[in-house]
T-cell receptor, first 110, second 116 residues
Framework: GDSVTQMEGPVTLSEEAFLTINCTYT??????LFWYVQYPGEGLQLLLK?????DKGSNKGFEATYRKETTSFHLEKGSVQVSDSAVYFC?????????FGTGTRLTVIP | DAGVTQSPTHLIKTRGQQVTLRCSPI?????VSWYQQVLGQGPQFIFQ???????GRGNFPDRFSARQFPNYSSELNVNALLLGDSALYLC???????????????FGPGTRLTVL
């Protein structure tokens, strides 16, 4: 069945550090891929997406590239800020719904 | 433009009771999906509705039901509540039936249900 594996958290970084959160998935076909972010006490916000192989999604300094050959969609940011502290979810789209892993909690310290 | 709205924000119920959660999609969106997010976990798919018809269902018991109205708003009902139903219930809307994710799902703030 469909599944997603994210890098285990929590992740703690200093401000301006480089961020990578790994994501690999198993799915039928070639699903669209999404990263969502959840700030404390809130719902999910779309961060970025990619709909086909080699597409790069980007938003707010975050980037992720759809790698079909490795079924991966790793999230990166060159310089994190305290305001980036949140839980990040990689979410491929299955037959008719998103499927999520457990998420990766990021804490950025000044 | 208003995003996805959900009501109520918080809800406390006791075991065995019934609950109804409400969702209004983004204007122009015709598809609504429901997800359950237990504390510390990722969201799990419950239902998808499009044009008032159920188009997808996750692995949840029959105690969970939903419907969509002509104005595309939706209700999620849960009967015979169990302690394990305590979670954040998220509603997401998209323009049309999401096919291979072509339509992005936009999430509301959620309803926090606590079952005592």
């Amino acid at each position: 069945g469909d599944s997603v594996t994210q890098m285990e958290g929590p992740v703690t970084l200093s401000e301006e550090a480089f961020l990578t959160i790994n994501c690999t998935y198993t799915a039928t076909g070639y699903p669209s891929l999404f990263w969502y972010v959840q700030y404390p006490g809130e719902g999910l916000q779309l961060l970025l997406k990619a709909t086909k192989a080699d597409d790069k999604g980007s938003n707010k300094g975050f980037e992720a590239t759809y790698r079909k050959e490795t079924t991966s969609f790793h999230l990166e940011k060159g310089s994190v800020q305290v305001s980036d502290s949140a839980v990040y979810f990689c979410a491929p789209f299955g037959a008719n719904n998103l499927f999520f892993g457990t998420g990766t909690r990021l804490t950025v310290i000044p | 433009d208003a995003g996805v709205t959900q009501s109520p924000t918080h809800l406390i119920k006791t075991r065995g009771q019934q609950v109804t959660l409400r969702c209004s999609p983004i204007s122009g969106h015709k598809s609504v999906s429901w997800y359950q997010q237990v504390l510390g976990q990722g969201p799990q798919f419950i239902f998808q509705y499009y044009e008032k018809e159920e188009r997808g269902r996750g692995n949840f018991p029959d105690r969970f039901s939903a419907r969509q109205f002509p104005n595309y708003s939706s209700e999620l009902n849960v009967n015979a509540l169990l302690l394990g139903d305590s979670a954040l219930y998220l509603c997401a809307s998209s323009l049309a039936v999401p096919r291979a994710g072509a339509d992005t799902q936009y999430f509301g703030p959620g309803t926090r249900l606590t079952v005592l």
